[in-house]
């Protein structure tokens, strides 16, 4: 936002809804006029991707989105008149002030159409001509990318436009039968890809088999990179051990089957009776094993911070059966003696999730009565004197 264009006042939760309204119009824009103008489509694309970075920073202080912070005035903010973040300065201070880990891939990705739409905007961009099926490609993959961000990673943070997102998906998806022709074109390579003994799995963003596993980590992870769209991706092991469904008692894959319903009866299983069951299966696969001391056989998950222990170990991979956030370790708290996962270093330098506050209110306790003693002690030298 240049501080020549007039801005009308606005107060902070207009301008986040401004900054989001412009973001999906953006998008919807860069969607519509991929076939017809590819080169404006991705200069939009990347647009949208810019603010829906900013829309997160604001959310998180108002200040963030402006180039400089230590000179940020409220009033100038109101009125529009400020430099605000590029997108790789919004990434820096999303991880470094909010803590947050947006995944390697996709901010890789970001940067890629970030240079291309440099070149487009300041040199003229020739190498567009019969490369319909590239510029398709690298919009997918953005998309990709951006929506994953915006309905799961973010999720709370667009909740109220999940709407107008979805409906710009449906428009995306509608390339699909472009990806399928290019899947037909290359099936050779990857049936060549396969002989040589790479594995090939469905690909989470183009959802064809032609994802290439480059790596698999012990948790249940993979990176792969696939032939078709692109996309470089981590793509979770799938758990597939199965719990029998509550109405009709048919064994139902909890964590793979779309909504946790039934495939045969399509009774939708409730995440507290697969807690139940699958509790039931871990105990009885390890009782008083390596994860069982006869107290406390669940971990207590850092994500979803349920009162309740919802975290077990199925198929060697730690998951909440609740939120279904999995790949950490889960152990014990020595300050607080819970069972949790998290950060391993953060729970034994400094404390798991459920006793950070306490341990933080004794810091500062003990923080007050130091300064409080330094202060007599201070008093007094003076009188001294
Ligand atoms: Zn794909
Ligand atoms: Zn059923
Ligand atoms: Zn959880
Ligand atoms: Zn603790």
């Known amino acids: 936002m240049a501080s020549y264009i007039r801005q009308n006042k606005n107060d902070v939760d207009g301008w986040f809804d401004a900054v989001v309204n412009n973001g999906i119009l953006f998008l919807n824009s860069s969607v519509s006029n991929l076939s017809t103008s590819p080169k404006s489509s991705l200069i939009d694309l990347y647009t949208a991707i810019e603010l829906f970075f900013k ?77 319909e099926t590239e510029v398709v490609i690298e919009h997918w993959a953005s998309w990709f990318h951006l929506h994953e961000l915006l309905t ?32 037909d074109l290359i099936k050779d390579n990857i049936e060549i890809e396969r002989k040589k003994g790479i594995r090939i799995v469905e690909c989470t963003s183009c959802g064809l088999e032609s994802a290439r596993v480059l790596n698999s980590h012990s948790w249940g ?107 950490w370790t889960a152990l014990d708290c020595e300050n607080c003696g819970s069972f949790v996962t998290g950060d391993v270093d953060r729970i034994q330098y400094f404390a798991c999730h459920r006793c950070e506050d306490d341990v933080m209110k004794l810091h500062e306790e003990e923080m007050q009565k130091y300064k409080a003693e330094v202060e007599v002690e201070l008093s007094q030298a003076l009188k001294q004197d």
């Open 152 to 183: 799961n990673h973010w999720w709370e943070i667009f909740e109220c436009y999940q709407d107008s997102i979805d409906k710009i998906h449906v428009k995306v998806k509608s390339n699909h039968e472009f990806l399928k022709t290019k899947f």
């Open 221 to 327: 992870g993979e990176d792969i990179e696939c032939l078709v769209c692109d996309v470089k991706d981590l793509k979770l092991r799938a758990i597939q051990t199965p719990i029998p469904c509550s109405n009709c008692n048919k064994e139902v894959e909890y964590f793979i089957v779309k909504d946790h319903r039934c495939t045969e009866c399509q009774t939708e299983l409730t995440s507290d009776y697969a807690l139940e069951k699958y509790t039931q299966i871990y105990l009885d696969a390890d009782p008083k094993g390596r994860y069982y001391d006869g107290t406390e056989p669940l971990a207590y998950c850092h994500n979803c911070k349920l009162e309740e222990p919802t975290v077990l170990n199925l198929e060697g991979i730690w998951i909440c059966v609740e939120c279904e956030d999995r790949g």
């Open 55 to 131: 829309a997160r920073l604001m959310k998180e202080h108002w200040s963030l989105i402006i180039s400089k912070p230590e000179s940020a005035v409220k009033q100038k903010f109101e009125s529009g008149d400020f430099h605000s973040v590029y997108l790789e300065q919004a990434h820096s201070r999303l991880k470094n002030i909010c803590g947050e880990n947006i995944k390697k891939e996709a901010m890789d990705n970001f940067k890629a159409l970030g240079e291309h739409r440099n070149q487009i905007v300041h040199f003229a961009h020739t190498g567009f001509s019969g490369k």
